[in-house]
């Protein structure tokens, strides 16, 4: 009788699928194990799944958990596992418990943590639990001892991700994924870590700046067989640096062509990594399906850029941007303001550049978010010398929001009032279902930084409520 693993994904914003389970259950030997994903995104009531699952031979219930609201929820259903099935071990892994372990096991319904990549530590971990062994000496993992003192294990080395098994979709529900986002749509990962080195970002702790990326021939073989099962229109690549290896993105790319696949795909790009691409790559991608990219263009003046090592040139942004004019390709940018220290010059020049690259194309997208402090990184580490003080527990975590529009630490009431009519009227002043008499009202004011009476937001906000965002 096959022993069941119960992977859980907590409730959250969006219907990204959910990869990071799909990795470690697709790791698991399925001759063994009934691996089980039940996401709290998809059912009202997640516990009694959960349970059913647990009760047929359960080995462990194992969640992935990212920074913020998903806590809440990770929280909820571990600690109504262990109140139901308190001999199961309950495990976390992913972002949040990678970059806090201690604080993690400092929970009660929490056993053991793995820290960075999954695929190994996991499976290890899994036949430890079933051969009614405890986690010692298996690298990557932190685990909670009887009399609640706490272990590291020594670190794992990152793999190259193309040892790994493709992952099983069949463990999750493709379609109603598909319902959910409204679109025809994959998510799927094809390289895991990034080479860079930016001081707000979580990555480099996390893959120790390592990058593998899955081999093309691989990727086709998998993409076409997922396309013949689902029919997918849109491929949604989640890696944090799609484009690192030049080589590697005009395979794939033309493993899209030769096999005809009839698909649009978005992926993140750097922006010195698309000055990089040469045309032919750029046309084999724009001819495979290339519909839009992301790029990182947080800042707007060089020098911001280059205290936050971003390691990239303002004229990098541009002449990415220039290309994907070039090929008929969107851009979702995505912006920071208000760093610790930051001038209210070096954000006026931001929102200056975000109207400059705005200007150039109605495909722009401009997503202006504020810093939020996150350890794990060289900013937070800075902030907590100069007596910063972080979350010190996973229930005060749970409410951090990344995203809380309209309030930053290092920004005057007044700029942040600024930059919020410049975000409004920046979205409607080129929205394509905006009247052109208020697109032009908008277009004015943006020319002329005057926000003042900002009427049509009040009205706009008066008729409806922003959205939430996590
Ligand atoms: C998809 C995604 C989302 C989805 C989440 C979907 C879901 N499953 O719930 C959505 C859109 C909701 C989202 C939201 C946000 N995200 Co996000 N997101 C991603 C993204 C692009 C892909 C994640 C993924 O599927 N990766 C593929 C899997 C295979 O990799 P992985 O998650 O790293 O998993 C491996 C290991 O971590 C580990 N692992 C993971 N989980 C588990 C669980 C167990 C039990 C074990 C053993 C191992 C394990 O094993 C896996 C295989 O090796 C990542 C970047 C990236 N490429 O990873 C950012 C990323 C995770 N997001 C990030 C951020 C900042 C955000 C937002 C704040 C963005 C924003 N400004 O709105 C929000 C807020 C999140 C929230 N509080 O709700 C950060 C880190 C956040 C953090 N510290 O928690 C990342 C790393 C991007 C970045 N570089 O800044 N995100
Ligand atoms: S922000 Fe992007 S490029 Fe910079 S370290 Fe993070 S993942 Fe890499």
Redesign the pocket.
């Known amino acids: 009788m096959k022993k069941t693993v119960v ?1 859980y ?2 409730d ?3 219907y ?9 259950g697709s790791y698991l030997d399925a001759a063994k194990y009934e691996v089980v994903i039940i996401d709290g ?1 998809l059912e009202k009531d997640p516990f009694p799944k959960i349970a059913a699952a647990l009760g047929r031979h359960g080995v462990c219930f ?9 806590i809440k929820d990770a929280l909820k259903q571990s600690d109504a596992v262990k109140a139901a099935f308190p001999h199961i071990p309950v ?6 418990p ?2 806090f372990p201690e604080q993690t096991l400092r929970a009660s319904c929490v056993d053991a943590v ?1 820290n ?4 190994i ?2 499976a290890a ?1 899994v036949d430890a639990f079933s051969a009614g062994k405890t986690p010692e000496g298996i690298k990557g993992v932190s685990y909670k001892l009887p009399d609640g003192s706490i272990v590291h294990n020594d670190a794992q080395t990152m793999q190259d991700i193309n040892t790994f098994p493709a992952f099983n979709y069949n463990l999750i529900d493709v379609p109603a994924y598909m319902k959910l986002s409204g679109r025809r749509q994959l ?1 799927y ?1 094809s390289s ?1 870590g ?1 080479r860079f080195r930016c001081t707000f ?3 480099p702790f ?1 893959y120790k700046r390592g990058w593998y990326g899955f081999e093309p021939k691989r990727m086709g073989d998998e993409i076409e067989a997922l396309w013949k099962q689902y029919q997918f229109e849109h491929i949604h690549f ?3 640096t799609f484009f690192t290896n030049t080589k590697r993105v005009k395979a794939v790319a033309e493993e899209f062509i030769a096999r005809k696949l009839p698909i649009s795909w978005f992926a993140t790009m750097r922006a010195d990594q698309g000055v990089r691409l040469d045309d032919e790559v750029w046309k084999r991608c724009k001819q495979s399906g290339l519909e839009k990219v992301m790029i990182g263009m947080e800042a707007g003046t060089q020098e911001m850029l280059n205290w936050m090592k971003k390691d990239i040139k303002i004229e990098h942004v541009f002449d990415a941007a220039e290309k994907c004019i070039k090929y008929d390709i969107a851009i979702n940018f995505s912006i920071i303001v208000g760093f610790p220290g930051e001038t209210e010059e070096s954000i006026s020049a931001t929102l200056d550049m975000v109207k400059r690259l705005k200007k150039m194309s109605p495909k722009f997208h401009m997503g202006i ?1 504020y810093f939020k402090p ?1 350890p ?1 990184n060289p900013i937070a580490d800075e902030l907590r010398s100069k007596g910063y003080t972080f979350s010190e527990s996973l229930e005060e975590w749970s409410n ?4 809380d529009s309209g309030k930053s630490e290092w920004i005057s009431d007044e700029k942040i009032r600024e930059i919020e009519n410049f975000k409004f009227y920046q979205h409607i002043g080129w929205h394509r279902r905006v009247p052109g008499m208020v697109q032009r009202i908008a277009r004015w004011r943006l020319e002329r930084n005057n926000y003042r009476f900002p009427v049509e937001r009040v009205l706009k906000e008066w008729l409806i409520a922003p959205p939430k ?2």
């Open positions: 992977l994904n907590p959250a914003v969006y990204t699928m959910p990869l990071a389970l799909l990795a470690i995104r194992a969640t992935t958990v990212l920074t913020g609201r998903p495990v976390w892994g992913g972002w949040h990678s970059l793995v960075g990549q999954g695929e530590p996991f971990l998510d990962i895991q990034c970002c979580a990555d996390m989640q890696d944090e978010f996150y794990g951090f929001d990344y995203v965002m996590s």
